[in-house]
């Protein structure tokens, strides 16, 4: 066993967990940072202790395994869709992570790379939904940042006849680009710098050098085209203006009774 879950166990992961809050604090790292991860340290231990009962639960029935995968692809779109922007626009978040992962994972179940077993079929998609969800929220954000801050040269390219989404997707595009370094830089450091955890897993598992090898590197090409195609059409929403952070206009209290007395004389 690699870990041993016990007392030790859990003061050590308090203590690393506390002393990244600290650290954030004492660095500044933003007004929230610091809560912020305290509370995704203790949602993550709930989390997972909920999942590891769970996923022996799902994989015994196919309905049960599909529910659970709708579950994690819901959960990864509001997580990505709050993170872009605050207004109701967040859940077309669903578009880039949805045609990113389905994909991939349909070329995986159709070539037999991949059984359609929970115990095999959830880590690959969670692996899969995770790159999409975090490739959305990089680009999503760092499109809409870039367009908050050159707004003067939109409204130039606006001015001398270009399309307001072609106007937008020429400031935005190197920004959202910039989503796909964190993917491309663990690919081209695989087994060099670390030894991710496909990899290392496998490995635990039984399975040769070769094998375990060979899994990760299918992941990790299924991750560039999953995070590809999910920061393509996050920068289209963006550029076309549907995902954005405009506010909510405001509603009067009286504006449905004046529109009601309209449609009825």
Do not use: C
């Amino acid at each position: 066993m690699l870990l041993s879950v016990d007392v030790t166990f859990g003061v050590v992961l308090a203590g690393l967990l506390v002393a990244a809050a600290t650290v954030a604090a004492l660095a500044h790292l933003g007004p929230r940072r610091s809560r912020e991860i305290a509370v995704a340290g203790l949602r993550a231990a709930v989390q997972l202790a909920a999942v590891s009962f769970l996923i022996g639960w799902v994989v015994r029935a196919v309905p049960l395994l599909l529910a659970f995968l709708l579950l994690m692809y819901a959960v990864a779109v509001r997580t990505a869709g709050r993170r872009i922007t605050p207004n109701g626009t967040w859940w077309r978040a669903a578009l880039p992570i949805g045609a990113g992962v389905v994909p991939v994972v349909a070329v995986l179940l159709l070539t037999g790379l991949v059984p359609v077993k929970g115990i095999t079929l959830i880590p690959v998609t969670g692996i899969l939904i995770g790159g999409a969800l975090t490739a959305t929220v990089l680009g999503g954000r760092r499109a809409l940042d870039e367009l908050a801050h050159r707004h003067g040269e939109v409204e130039a390219g606006m001015a001398v006849g270009l399309p307001d989404r072609d106007a937008r997707m020429e400031v935005a595009r190197d920004a959202a680009s910039d989503a796909l370094l964190p993917g491309l830089d663990q690919t081209r450091t695989v087994g060099l710098v670390t030894l991710p955890g496909a990899f290392v897993g496998m490995l635990l598992g039984g399975a040769s050098p070769l094998q375990a090898g060979a899994v990760q590197l299918f992941v990790l090409v299924g991750l560039m085209a999953v995070q590809a195609i999910a920061v393509a059409l996050v920068l289209e929403l963006v550029a076309r203006g549907l995902l954005h952070r405009e506010p909510r206009p405001p509603r009067t209290p009286g504006a449905s009774r004046t529109l009601s007395g309209a449609e009825g004389e």
